[in-house]
T-cell receptor, first 112, second 116 residues
């Protein structure tokens, strides 16, 4: 499936704890994205990356940070998780030469 | 704020009928348009892309684009129960320099139910 792996697939964490989600690709694509999906809100862009160490904010970036030290890995960190960050998180890549995205399988995060 | 609007549905059609899904967008300079299908509990899957005014057909799917009206639609012919899913419209716009910003804005999706 386009070589995208998200980990973990499911996670339950407590309010105030840090959480890191990982997106790994095997095809060397330049653009990677983190979205969250919530009922009534659809898919909203959190952060994206256009190369190693090159990242930018999306529409719902508050409370999130990202890092991309290698082409294949894009990490999303919740510095201090809150219940409002309970969501399904999708990583996506934009394949070179294309405009559409390919999505990973998602991470279901619950903050209690 | 660039917006993409879709009717949330649910849209219910009988098996074998044509399902018509609609999407409007606010940014007049939008360039690329996509339809994704998302089954419950799964990730979105790209099914159609369209870049020019007019129709684009792929099997049972036809995407229609009208940039003057800022409107894009997806028709599913001979609908099957397996087509029951949420359909997401996504739009790629230009940045301030006139190039692609490589960011997709998604609508909230339309839930389609095809009844046997």
């Amino acid at each position: 499936d386009a070589g995208i792996t998200q980990s973990p697939r499911h996670k339950v964490t407590e309010t105030g704890t840090p959480v890191t989600l990982r997106c790994h690709q095997t095809e060397n694509h330049r653009y990677m994205y983190w979205y969250r999906q919530d009922p009534g809100h659809g898919l909203r862009l959190i952060h994206y990356s256009y190369g190693v160490k090159d990242t930018d904010k999306g529409e719902v970036s508050d409370g999130y940070s990202v890092s991309r030290s290698k082409t294949e890995d894009f990490l999303l960190t919740l510095e201090s998780a809150t219940s409002s960050q309970t969501s399904v998180y999708f990583c996506a890549i934009r394949k070179t030469g294309g405009n559409g995205y390919t999505f990973g399988s998602g991470t279901r995060l619950t903050v209690v | 704020q660039k917006e993409v609007e879709q009717n949330s549905g649910p849209l219910s059609v009988p098996e074998g009928a044509i399902a018509s899904l609609n999407c409007t967008y606010s940014d007049r300079v939008s360039q690329s348009f996509f339809w994704y299908r998302q089954y419950s509990g799964k990730s979105p899957e790209l099914i159609m892309s369209i870049y020019s005014n007019g129709d684009k057909e792929d099997g049972r799917f036809t995407a229609q684009l009208n940039k003057a009206s800022q409107y894009v639609s997806l028709l599913i012919r001979d609908s099957q129960p397996s087509d029951s899913a949420t359909y997401l419209c996504a739009v790629n716009t230009l940045n301030s320099s006139g190039g692609s910003n490589y960011k997709l804005t998604f609508g909230k999706g339309t839930l389609l139910t095809v009844n046997p």
